[in-house]
């Protein structure tokens, strides 16, 4: 195939793979039996590629503002026009194929960023390596591209994977990278290996399927044979058309694996921060917990976009789904937490130590019932009450960087387990510490990593103590995860902002930890920050008066909710003693 992988083909793959993986999508989540039998390969395959896709589309077609839409031709070492997808010459031009290189790496992000299960997150680590094996060939000179970008692709894909398994999409690959280096056609290989998945691995042979993973890579290998052929028509792995999605009829599901010890959670987060180094200690600690974990990127850009520390994405199965967030706390700050129950078998068979379950009697079975306590952060005297109202045990903020303070509020409650909400980045290696001290006394711990304490607040307006542990540590976690927090405050001395440069006196408004806004009136800036926390959308909005508010700002904010965005509730509270004269949370 000695065609150019230029923004044109890049493009026209997106689409083509976009309705192979489509055509595919039930075939894939019926013949789902490995590593875990929950049915949703091909959904989860699809809605990751439908976001590279969108931003591959929109990064090839140079839409600026739009998701995925690069402008980045001033990246050193890649030739181009900014923002055009295109170079100066015809195809195959070396501009043409650095701007295929940079519509790769919009699709790798955007995959990285909505990486939906194990499949979805191993997809986006394949196409970050197809875009570092283009830019490679790119930089070699002329000659073939199709070989080096199959061979890294397979190569991070391989990375990703802490125990990788053969019979799978990894031996797929490997075998499309192989075939193009040896100059065989890689479609006809990674098809003759999809084939043969049924025979390497037990699961697959008990359920006489092939791999449903591996079934993607090849719809998506075809889809690219297409694009780079020059054909418009939306193909499938064996080179039928592709119907539309309504037409897709229902596959006959294969009979499943014997039940086993299988974890009950899946978890995945992005993870800011953290070098590789602390991602390789996190490797470890996951891996001692679960199974198929899958950790790539490691790129420079936050999740926001900006460039800062380096992100990753985090997926792994496990029966102790706090123990994995804290495990990404010690290595960096994990965001856009995603916690699911794994249909293995029944939930409330779940225990971290895999010993629960129905039958499960005496004093775990009794922690459960009545004897869980939840202690928080708080930063002022009026939350501290509210809390207490919800059950918890509230330890002050000025408090709580007291070394043991966090343990000792955890000790007086007496209780057999412990829910710990930090509500502050600042506390969320305490809060770690004394949930590991914990554990050591034989208590059932976990962190629920709240960056806030309207996240605390939403995270114990879902505690049910009457529920098993880790149904309740995850229903918290989850709606904690779905807050977005805001702050508003005055700047007490002339300083430089990620929203230029404030003065003493200055109200400033915060989005999720970020100074977002500058301005003279507490009230202005208040709602322009609720209104950059609901322009995605929201249900419910928060408000935490501080002590020093002015009078009728709660009265003001309900009002421009009101006005300005329709059906969404507002809530006040009085905070009382706390540094922001505005806390805010929109759920």
Known sequence: MPYPLDPVTVRRWCSLGRAALRAECARMDAINVFPVADGDTGTNLCLTFEAAAEAGEAAGSGRAGEPGATGEAGEPGEPGEAGTGEGSGGPGDAGDEAAGVRVLRAMARAALLEARGNSGTILAEYLRGMAEGLAEAVAAGPGDRLAPVLRRAAQAAYAAVARPVEGTVLTVATAAADAAEAGRDPLAAARAALDATTGRLSALSRAGVVDAGALGLVALLSALDAALAGEAGPTAPGGRAAPEPAACAAVPRPAAPPPGPEPCFEVMYLLEGADAAAVDVLRDALDAL???????????????????????????????????????????????????????RPAADCAPDGTGGPGETGAAQTAGQGTRAVVAVVPGDGLAGLCREAGAHVVPAHEAGRAGALLEAADASGAAEVVLLPNGTEFQAAAARAAEAARSRGVRAAVIPTRAAVQGLAALAVHAPERRFDEDVVAMTSAAGATRYGEVTVAARESWTTAGVCQA???????????????????????????????????????????????????????????????????????????????????
């Open 290 to 344: 679960g199974d198929s974990l899958v950790i790539g990127g490691g790129d420079g850009r936050s999740v926001d976009g900006g460039d800062g520390a380096a992100l990753w994405s985090v997926h792994v199965h496990v029966h102790d789904a706090g123990a994995a967030v804290e495990a990404g706390l010690a290595a960096g700050r994990p965001r856009r937490i995603r916690i699911a129950y794994l249909p293995v």
């Open 505 to 587: 006196g200055d109200v400033l408004g915060l989005v999720d930890g970020d100074i977002a806004v500058i301005g003279r009136g507490v009230g202005d800036v208040a709602a322009e920050v609720l209104d950059r926390m609901l322009a995605g959308g929201g249900e419910l909005v928060t408000l935490v008066l501080g002590e020093g508010a002015p009078a009728g700002l709660a009265g003001a904010l309900r009002s421009h909710v009101r006005a300005r965005h329709l059906a969404v509730d507002t809530v006040v509270y009085e905070g009382q003693r706390q540094d922001a004269l505005l806390l805010l949370g929109v759920e």
